[in-house]
C-alpha cells in the first residue's frame, strides 16, 4: 500500500526516524500495529519548488491534500489503485479521492474530466475498455460523495498515449494511470 505523509518542520530538526518506538511492554500489541516500510521518499518542499500539481498542507495535519491543477492542466494522482486487469477501486484509493472531492465542492463553477489510460499488456480493445470502466468507477466516486453529475465526464484511452516505456514493471505501473482535467463552467 502506498503511504504519503507531510512532516512541517519547527526548526532545528536533525533527523527523521519513522517508526513507533514505546518499550513499554505492558502496552505491546494493544492497539497498536507494526508496519514495515521501503522505497522511502523524502522531499523537501519549498515556495520555489511546490507547483500546481504538488501537495500543499494545512497547520497540524500528516495527511497531504490534493491541490487541484490550473484549469485544463493534466493532473495524475498516483494514489489512485486497481486490482490487476479489474475496474473496482482499492480502498487505498478513497482517501486521495475524498480530499479531490472536497476541493471540487469549493470550485462550484468548474468541472472535471477523468480520463483513464492502461499499458500495453493484452489487446488494444480490452484495454481501451478497462480504461473507460476505471474512468467510469472513479466518475462514480466523486458523483457518489456529492459531486454533481453534469460536472463530472469520463473517457478511456487504453494505451495510447503512454508516459513510460512498457517494458519495465515501472514504466507499466506509470502508464496505468488516471488523469483529471479541470474545467471552468
Known amino acids: 500500500?502506498?503511504?504519503?505523509?507531510?512532516?512541517?518542520?519547527?526548526?532545528?530538526?536533525?533527523?527523521?526516524?519513522?517508526?513507533?518506538?514505546?518499550?513499554?511492554?505492558?502496552?505491546?500489541?494493544?492497539?497498536?500495529?507494526?508496519?514495515?516500510?521501503?522505497?522511502?521518499?523524502?522531499?523537501?518542499?519549498?515556495?520555489?519548488?511546490?507547483?500546481?500539481?504538488?501537495?500543499?498542507?494545512?497547520?497540524?495535519?500528516?495527511?497531504?491534500?490534493?491541490?487541484?491543477?490550473?484549469?485544463?492542466?493534466?493532473?495524475v494522482l498516483d494514489e489512485i489503485y486497481f486490482e490487476l486487469n479489474k475496474i473496482q477501486l482499492l480502498p487505498a484509493s478513497f482517501g486521495v479521492l475524498d480530499k479531490l472531492v472536497g476541493n471540487l465542492k469549493k470550485l462550484k463553477d468548474s468541472s472535471i474530466e477523468i480520463n483513464g489510460y492502461t499499458d500495453n499488456t493484452g489487446e488494444e480493445n480490452d484495454n481501451l475498455l478497462l480504461s473507460e470502466l476505471r474512468a467510469k468507477a472513479v466518475a462514480f466516486y466523486l458523483i457518489s460523495k456529492g459531486i454533481q453529475p453534469s460536472r463530472v465526464t469520463y473517457t478511456g484511452f487504453g494505451n495510447s498515449n503512454?508516459?513510460?516505456?512498457?517494458?519495465?514493471?515501472?514504466?507499466?505501473?506509470?502508464?496505468?494511470?488516471?488523469e483529471f482535467i479541470l474545467r471552468k463552467k
Do not use: C
Open 1 to 75: 500500500m502506498k503511504f504519503s505523509a507531510v512532516y512541517k518542520a519547527k526548526g532545528g530538526e536533525a533527523a527523521l526516524i519513522l517508526g513507533y518506538f514505546n518499550y513499554d511492554t505492558s502496552k505491546r500489541f494493544k492497539g497498536y500495529s507494526h508496519y514495515y516500510v521501503d522505497d522511502v521518499k523524502v522531499t523537501l518542499i519549498t515556495k520555489n519548488n511546490i507547483s500546481a500539481t504538488s501537495i500543499s498542507f494545512e497547520e497540524e495535519t500528516i495527511v497531504p491534500k490534493v491541490m487541484l491543477p490550473s484549469f485544463e492542466e493534466a493532473i
Open 162 to 178: 503512454p508516459v513510460a516505456e512498457d517494458n519495465t514493471d515501472e514504466g507499466k505501473q506509470k502508464n496505468n494511470r488516471v
